[in-house]
């Protein structure tokens, strides 16, 4: 009786819970409408040829080379980790020289670009978001729109290539200090023949393998740039915005990542299928 009471106390702070599905789907539907608009704007500045150089070369080292030590560092122990756990389980199969196949592989098609972009979205992805929602609440973007400066043009196209740019390199670095790191775990740490290693690993990795590492990397640049962008231009109520816009770019960015990737494992695997020379 008194948990039936609570209910129609809190019934009308929650709303229709009938309606909730519904709600939920517009506002999907309007974020899904305002990143289409931002595409297309996009889209049209980078038609346009005016680029923006000087701020791209500014983006690209902010984003690539402030972004190699954390990509680098994960990508390492990752490999490392992953190495340890799977030589431990492969020796009770006697199969641990297949180890270092199964690494680079695995490495190249899913952990280097996914732990990558995860980096990169809590790094770069919040300080797109924080720095374009300050200067939306301190209306430095609608000053801009007064002197004939599109916003996108001007914040968002040069993060856009800058990210394009950067993302592979980044993937690429952490697929390389990941297998260094397996290399140093397998030989050092199990006195694994150095010969077994690398040749299981030439032997089974490919430069499909890396493709599709380099793919994903571009489709998570797009994705980190699109909405940390939309949530910074998005940003009000002043620093407790701009705040929640950061936290929001972060993790739909991340989600979206990990969705993606699923599918994106899907249609490249029917592409690029494992094995294949």
Known sequence: ???????????PQIGNPLALPGRVMLHFLVYLGQLAALCRELWTA?????????????QIVAIGYGSQGVVIVTGAFTGAVFTFQTYAKFKDFGVETTVGAVV????????GPVLAGLMVAGRVGAAMAADIGTMKVTEQVDALRVMGVHPVD???LPRFLAMMISMPFLVAESISFGLAASYAVSTLGYEMPSAWYVTHMLEHTNMQDLS???????????IITLISC???LMA????VGVGA?????????????LIVNFFLSVLLNYIFPIGTA
């Not at 599709?212 to 797009?222: A, H, L, P």
């Not at 009000?236 to 620093?239: D, I, R, V």
């Open 245 to 257: 816009g950061t936290t929001r770019a972060v993790v739909i960015s991340s989600l979206v990542m």
């Open 46 to 58: 980078l038609c346009s040829g005016v680029w923006r150089l000087r701020l791209v070369a500014q």
């Open 1 to 11: 009786m008194v948990a039936w009471w609570g209910f129609l106390i809190l019934m």
């Open 212 to 222: 599709i590492g380099m793919i994903k990397g571009f489709v998570f640049g797009i």
């Open 154 to 156: 001007y914040l968002v």
């Open 104 to 111: 680079s592989v695995a490495l190249c098609r899913e952990l």
């Open 230 to 232: 939309h949530q910074g």
């Open 236 to 239: 009000e109520n002043g620093a």
